[in-house]
């Protein structure tokens, strides 16, 4: 009798233990958003570009920097692990949509800060959200395009399901980790152009903006950021 009693417990624990593994596995399986192509979700040229903010929680944000308290270069350096480099996305590489952000390679034209290697080719996770008809852009994050040269603030993190790689990085702030080497001068948006569904751009026609932004004083220190880092590492 005992050890029938055991068995039947045996079995049930076990029953137990494959449906837990089940229900993890169909949650992380259901972050990667079916591994959509997003050369292909941007051939609709009907979607749209909108501001999304994130916010700052220490215990959701872990690894990222507060926007907020950033105000100059010394403050996205303050991380040891802190990898700055200048960067293009890879040729042929077909970038895909996960939840709540895009997964790119690029290749490193020039490691100012940390252990990478020129030409070395690294996975990156930009936060931006590809929806159904819009793109939601964290914190005003635009994604990096093709045939331009950007700096950014990188974190490495442990590479669990993305490919073979040891190392996955991400930007260290949403906003201030991404910079473009090229001259430019950013569009200071308006807040409808950027919240009101009925009157927000196209992606296609400003795909090539390098932030989205409405709030004045966010802007100016994206542009004072923007100079610091440009006069230290171009």
């Known amino acids: 009798m005992r050890k029938k009693t055991k068995l039947k417990i045996f079995v049930m624990l076990w029953g137990v233990t494959i449906l837990i593994s089940v229900v993890v596995g169909k949650l992380t399986a259901s972050s990667f958003v079916d591994n959509v192509e997003l050369e292909q979700y941007l051939s609709n040229k009907d979607i749209k570009i909108a501001y999304c903010v994130m916010g700052y929680d220490p215990d959701t944000n872990v690894g990222y920097l507060n926007n907020e308290e950033v105000q100059s270069l010394d403050d996205l350096l303050v991380d040891k692990d802190t990898i700055v480099a200048k960067v293009i996305l890879s040729k042929n590489f077909q970038r895909k949509i996960y939840m709540e952000s895009i997964f790119s390679q690029v290749e490193i034209v020039e490691c100012e800060s940390g252990n990478l290697k020129k030409g070395e080719k690294i996975e990156i996770l930009e936060p931006v959200d590809c929806g159904a008809n819009v793109i939601l852009c964290t914190d005003g994050y635009s994604m990096m395009q093709e045939g331009k040269e950007y700096i950014v603030f990188l974190k490495p993190l442990k590479n669990t399901y993305y490919g073979h790689s040891k190392y996955i990085y ?60 440009l006069e230290r590492f171009k």
């Open 170 to 229: 991400a930007p260290n702030s949403t906003l201030y980790s991404k910079f473009p080497t090229q001259p430019s001068t950013p569009h200071l948006f308006r807040y409808e152009e950027l919240e009101e569904p009925e009157k927000l751009y196209s992606y296609e026609k400003m795909k090539d903006e390098e932030v989205y932004l409405y709030d004045k004083k966010e802007f100016n220190k994206y542009l004072k950021l923007k100079k610091e880092v």
